[in-house]
């Protein structure tokens, strides 16, 4: 096999290094000690992202976008992550919506919502399917009963729908100028013959946002509430058709019928970057550090523990790019979904190696150890969460 990059790869993976080096990294820690969770996000850093065309980098360039392929959007995510996984989560949530928008959209919706996006660099884009009593059933609803899952109403009036309800926990919410949601149409079927996707703009009568959500990680990543009170959403606005939402759950382009590829590539892409900056770490304080008259890296034991992480991270960012490679060439399988899992349960033991080999240091809370550790604990409650992700067993043996 040949694991060489093209030129067009590697220049976006050094533009992203150089862009995470001198602007995301000196701001890291500093947004993310913010105490209040409304706060933390900055427009600057998202803007001058943004004029580099990390923002809008899985937008086809018929529509003014750069049209990357899945390696350089996993390459451009690892290093974003590498200087803070939340910031390079901001950008990539991005092209996950932007991919099902190329996916799912009809061209005249792509003409409407797909240029001004590229157009502006403070437009963010979000979709909302959680709510306050409806998370996990939404991924993993019966077969046989209408009342799991998600409760959110659409009615149709003419040529508008009235939405009424509420999502929870939606990533990009409070600060958002797109959202794709998820609504029930016909609330007496089963979860999965009866909700629609709606595209809703923030500035739709009767929509608004309600608590950001305060998270241990990820605390520039914004998370909040969505609030529908007889919201009008334009019959123009839904997304493929009415009662058939769960067939436009896409995101690696063609033929994406049955889960979000693209997500989990881009969450395991990401949590290489922590990765990295752990195993960098941990390899730059075992050298410096001294224990019993000699670099701590002398012991036989941290050797053992780097040498964990290594091998660990190495193994992650073969299965990452394996997967990135798949989808440019429209091969789906469950790998994407195993790279995920994989991912959650890699970054999760190589930061808690990483503060173990700081010891009292990592455990006092040193602020870059701490937040290594807690951003990679919200792997635990995402796409979905750690028990109904194991869902990808069912593609094994289809
Ligand atoms: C950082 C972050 C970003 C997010 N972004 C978004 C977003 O943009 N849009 C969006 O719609 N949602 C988003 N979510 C929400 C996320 O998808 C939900 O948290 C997730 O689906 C789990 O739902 P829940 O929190 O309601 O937990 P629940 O479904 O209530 O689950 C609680 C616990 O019960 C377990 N459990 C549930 N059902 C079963 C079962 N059948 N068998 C065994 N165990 C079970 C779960 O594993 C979990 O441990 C985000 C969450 C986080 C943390």
């Not at 993976?13 to 706060?39: G, V, W, Y």
């Not at 018929?62 to 690892?78: I, N, P, R, S, W």
């Not at 349960?345 to 173990?356: F, G, H, K, P, R």
Request: aromatic share 8%.
């Amino acid at each position: 096999m040949d694991f060489s990059l093209s030129n067009e790869q590697r220049s976006w993976q050094m533009l992203a290094r150089k862009f995470a080096d001198e602007e995301i990294r000196p701001i890291s820690l500093e947004r993310d000690a913010i105490p209040t969770a409304r706060e933390t996000w900055t427009w600057d850093i998202i803007k001058k992202g943004s004029k580099l065309g990390f923002r809008t980098m899985a937008v086809p360039k018929k529509y003014g976008g750069q049209e990357t392929d899945f390696v350089t959007q996993a390459l451009v995510m690892t290093e974003l992550a590498k200087a803070d996984s939340a910031i390079s989560k901001a950008f990539s949530q991005n092209w996950k919506w932007s991919h099902l928008i190329s996916a799912a959209c009809t061209d005249e919706q792509k003409e409407r919502f797909l240029k001004p996006f590229v157009a502006d660099d403070t437009f963010v884009l979000g979709k909302g399917i959680t709510e306050p009593g409806a998370g996990s059933d939404n991924r993993m609803p019966p077969t046989d009963d209408p009342k799991p899952g998600l409760r959110l109403k659409a009615e149709r009036h003419g040529d508008e729908w009235i939405l009424n309800g509420e999502k929870a926990f939606i990533a990009n919410a409070p600060i958002g100028k797109l959202f794709f949601v998820d609504a029930r149409t016909d609330p007496t079927v089963p979860l999965k013959q009866g909700i629609t996707m709606f595209l809703v703009p923030s500035d739709t009568p009767g929509f608004r946002i309600g608590k950001v959500f305060n998270k241990s990680g990820w605390r520039f990543y914004q998370n909040g509430e969505m609030i529908f009170e007889n919201a009008r959403v334009p019959h123009a606005n839904v997304v493929g058709e009415v009662n058939g939402a769960v067939r436009k759950t896409g995101g690696a382009g063609g033929d994406t019928t049955g889960g979000d590829l693209f997500g989990d590539l881009e969450l395991s892409a990401n949590a290489l970057g922590i990765c990295d900056d752990a195993c960098d770490s941990a390899l730059r304080y075992g050298k410096t550090a001294r224990q019993g008259g000699q670099a701590l890296f002398a012991q036989q034991q941290v050797q053992l523990k780097i040498n964990r992480m290594y091998m660990m991270t190495e193994a992650l960012r073969s299965f990452v790019l394996r997967v990135a490679w798949e989808h440019d060439r429209k091969i789906h399988s469950c790998n994407a979904g195993l790279a995920m899992n994989y991912s959650c349960d890699v970054v999760q033991e190589v930061t808690e190696l990483y503060m173990d080999i700081r010891s009292a240091d990592g455990g006092h809370m040193d602020p870059h150890t701490d937040k290594l550790v807690r951003d990679s604990f919200i792997w635990s409650h995402l796409a979905g969460d750690s028990v109904s992700r194991m869902k990808v067993t069912r593609r094994i043996i289809n």
